[in-house]
């Protein structure tokens, strides 16, 4: 396994020493915003892990290589590439095999991360049931459900069938936590009308939580839902009829399976003249930071194995 995986030299001097240590992953570089802002929030989210006295370690593949932490040339490099490819875990080997560079999903990055001892992890928000078909499953679901590790997001994205990625999460026993909401937050939007049944004020409570889950043995991971901060929520009357024509423009184009998150994200941009943009750049920041705090309690009092 260790041929395929490669360090970078801050990742590598973290896990030696049991510093904390904060996944992040990379199609919100590769796939998820145009460039320069890609490369410029992605420097600005790692800035703000390392603030809180905690390493990130963004996963990607570069030239076959299963990337735990890039350095500063290659997230340059990465961001501005515009031939990366997407993957998901199932991709893995043949993206390592053929020496290619991807983006990792949620659902392959928390395969990568689990691999290098990583328990916790920060990202948008995730995939799940797609409207309108109830077999179109993201595999970020599968993957939480079966990888220990917290993973902070703003919920589910807003382009999503929610209550069906609830009932699905609730299926394959993975605990839904809101971070200081009683509702399901949505991406772009803060509060929706899907109750969650536990929900935290505070981010000790919070860390004891996740530690007396790891401590139990269970075997799924934890989703921690953190709502996009209030200056930039598009409210859900405002954001789904935009959302709507976006399913509807992809329909028409028959843009399906791995295009369709792009390109209905790309979409929401235009039709928003860039507010869902800032908004994305705004929730990512903000998990990082909640991810971070969480990391550099939990590794503070005792040694995640």
């Not at 990366?84 to 659902?107: C, E, I, Q, W, Y």
């Not at 969650?196 to 934890?222: F, K, Q, R, Y």
């Not at 507010?275 to 550099?296: F, T, V």
Request: charged share 20%.
């Amino acid at each position: 396994m260790k041929q395929f995986f490669e360090y970078s030299p801050e990742v590598k001097s973290a896990l030696e020493h049991k510093k904390p240590i904060l996944a992040l992953e990379s199609t919100i570089i590769s796939h998820g915003m145009p460039y320069p802002d890609n490369y410029e929030t992605a420097q600005a989210v790692e800035q703000i892990v390392r603030e809180h006295d905690v390493t990130p370690a963004t996963i990607a593949v570069i030239d076959g290589k299963i990337k735990i932490g890039l350095t500063a040339s290659e997230l340059q490099q990465f961001a501005n590439n515009t031939e990366v490819l997407k993957a998901s875990r199932r991709d893995l080997p043949f993206m390592v095999v053929n020496r290619h560079s991807a983006g990792t999903t949620v659902a392959a990055t928390l395969f990568c991360a689990a691999k290098a001892g990583i328990k916790l992890f920060a990202t948008g928000g995730i995939g799940g049931v797609h409207r309108g078909d109830a077999q179109d499953i993201s595999a970020d679901l599968i993957e939480i459900s079966r990888t220990p590790i917290a993973v902070i997001c703003a919920g589910a994205k807003a382009i999503l069938d929610l209550p069906r990625t609830l009932e699905f999460l609730e299926m394959m026993s993975v605990p839904v936590i809101g971070y200081r909401t009683q509702v399901l937050p949505a991406f772009y939007t803060d509060s929706t009308h899907y109750p969650l049944s536990t929900w935290v004020e505070d981010v000790p409570n919070l860390a004891h939580i996740l530690t007396a889950h790891w401590d139990i043995g269970m075997s799924s991971g934890v989703l921690i839902t953190n709502p996009i901060p209030a200056e930039f929520n598009i409210p859900h009357e405002v954001i789904e009829p935009v959302i709507m024509n976006a399913i509807q423009k992809a329909e028409q184009n028959n843009i399906s399976g791995k295009a369709l998150t792009p390109f209905l994200l790309a979409e929401v941009a235009q039709l928003t003249q860039g507010k869902s943009l800032l908004a994305n750049i705004a929730l990512i920041k903000n998990n990082a930071c909640l991810g971070a705090e969480l990391a550099r309690i939990i590794y503070s009092g005792r040694n995640v194995e």
